[in-house]
């Protein structure tokens, strides 16, 4: 039975936050310039937008539903 292998354009998302977090923070030498939870908010909307067969609404209330907690906590530690 074939299976279907991931694709490369899932790690976007990652890639987009390293570039946005890093890459501002390396050249505004400073780690604070570019807040985590901005690059995080960048990342998580491309994730969402990536699939279209799954309806956006029902993306937005899986991601809120499972990753609250891990939100409140990276909220808390700025």
């Known amino acids: 039975m074939y299976e279907k292998k991931g694709s490369a354009i899932a790690l976007l998302p990652l890639v987009i936050f390293m570039v946005l977090f890093l890459g501002v923070s390396i050249i505004m030498k400073d780690f604070y310039k570019m807040p985590v939870v901005v690059a995080l908010i960048i990342a ?6 990536q699939n279209k067969k799954i309806l956006v609404e029902l993306k937005v209330e899986r991601f809120c539903r499972g990753g609250g907690e891990s939100s409140i906590i990276i909220l808390l530690i700025k």
């Open 44 to 49: 998580s909307t491309i994730a969402i937008l």
